[in-house]
Each structure stands twice: as structure tokens, then as C-alpha cells.
């Protein structure tokens, strides 16, 4: 039977080297080109998560809602660890702080620019959350804890997802701002808002799930 299955996996390979590749016709139509004049941002790639596929990135945020809320159900029964883990020497702190400043930085450029160069709502968020994981490893956890009730930020995160989804319906249904000048910064109608929520609310979420396994695990 071993012999039937090395044979089989021969002839598929064989196909595949023999079988030609078949090219489509689109008569000089760029569809990268479409994607920019429909979408009206640089980033083609922020005009498909936004526009042409924005039913699929809708649910891309919910399954990431839907991640956050099941770490902290997974979490909520176990002891709160007795010992929390983080850096305590002086250089290794300030490198830390130093690499927040800066991807911190990178996140607000991609959220804000992200549709117009590569970057966009989520690789901003991600820049956040890193930001936001190299300040715990060298903080008390009760600081951190302290600032994230203070802000506000588990309800400025409901509060993203909910104007999100406002908009995201709303641009579903078609109504759309104004796309204004191609490959300026006030372009592209609606998307670089939808890039400064889906921004905020990974970012928020990171630093949520941050906060509670350093609570409960003691490391990140």
C-alpha cells in the first residue's frame, strides 16, 4: 500500500511539472490600477481589507473581539500569580523604553498614513500592542493596571468597535465620503478612519491581554 501512495505522489508531481501554465487575457486592464481608482488610496492593499472585501475584515475584528474576551474568561477562575516577572537593570529598561518610544511612534505613522503607504489599521495596532508589551516588561504590573482603568481603555476599545461597525455597515449599504485627491493625506473617503479604529482597537486589545496573563500567568 506504501508503494501506491509513493507512486501517486510521483504522477501528481510530474503532472504538475508537465501541465502548463495557463495565463488570463485582461486586455491591458491592471487590476492593481482598478483597485487604486476605485478605492481612491495609494495602498492597494488597505483598499481591498476596506472596501472590496470590508464584509470579510468586519468579521476579522469580531474574531479578534471574540479572542480578547476568551482570554479572560479562560483566566478569570485561576490565583493571580504571587510573582511577576519583568526587567529590572538599568540598561536593559531603557533599551525596552526606548524601542516603545519609537514603535509607538511607527504605530501612530502607520495608523494615520496607512492608506496611503504600506501599513494600515492593523500592522498600527500591532506597533501598539508592542509598544505597549515592552513598557510591562519593565513596569509594575499595578502601574500598568492603574493607567489602563484611568484612561478608559477598556471602553474606548468597546467604543472602536462599535463606531467600526457603524461605519463598515454604513459603507456596505453605499454611502461613502468624498475620496478627495489620490495620494493625499485626506483621501480615500472613509478607509483612513476605518485604519484609526482597527488601529486603536488592537492596540487596546493587546495591552488588555497583556495586562491579564501578567496577572495570572506573571509573564507575558
Known amino acids: 500500500m506504501k508503494w501506491v501512495y509513493v507512486a501517486v ?8 511539472l508537465m501541465m502548463p501554465n495557463p495565463t488570463g487575457e485582461w486586455e491591458g486592464v491592471s487590476i492593481l490600477e482598478s483597485i487604486v481608482d476605485d478605492s481612491g488610496v495609494s495602498n492597494a492593499v488597505s483598499g481591498i481589507l476596506f472596501r472590496n472585501r470590508l464584509y470579510d475584515t468586519i468579521f476579522e475584528v469580531i474574531v479578534f ?15 493571580p500569580a504571587e510573582k511577576v516577572a519583568r526587567f529590572s537593570d538599568e540598561p536593559s529598561t531603557i533599551l525596552a523604553r526606548l524601542g ?51 484612561s478608559n481603555a477598556a471602553v474606548w476599545e468597546k467604543i472602536s468597535v462599535l463606531v467600526f461597525m457603524f461605519l463598515a ?34 492596540a487596546l486589545g493587546s495591552w488588555a491581554v497583556t495586562l491579564l496573563f501578567i496577572r495570572y500567568r506573571g509573564l507575558l
Request: charged letters at 10%; zero cysteines; a positive charge.
Open 169 to 202: 455597515v454604513v459603507t456596505l449599504m453605499g454611502w461613502e465620503l468624498p475620496q478627495g485627491q489620490l495620494g493625499a493625506l485626506f483621501s480615500g473617503g472613509i478607509i483612513p478612519i476605518l485604519n484609526i479604529l482597527v488601529a486603536l482597537k488592537v
Open 9 to 16: 505522489g510521483i504522477a501528481l508531481f510530474v503532472n504538475m
Open 65 to 79: 473581539t471574540i479572542a480578547i474576551l476568551g482570554v479572560g474568561f479562560l483566566l478569570k477562575n485561576e490565583k
Open 100 to 150: 516603545a518610544t519609537i514603535t509607538a511612534m511607527v504605530g501612530i505613522e502607520l495608523a494615520i498614513r496607512g492608506h496611503l503607504s504600506p501599513g494600515g489599521g492593523f500592522a498600527a495596532g500591532v506597533a501598539g500592542g508592542t509598544a505597549i508589551g515592552l513598557i510591562a516588561i519593565t513596569s509594575s504590573s499595578k502601574w500598568m493596571q492603574e493607567i489602563y482603568k484611568v
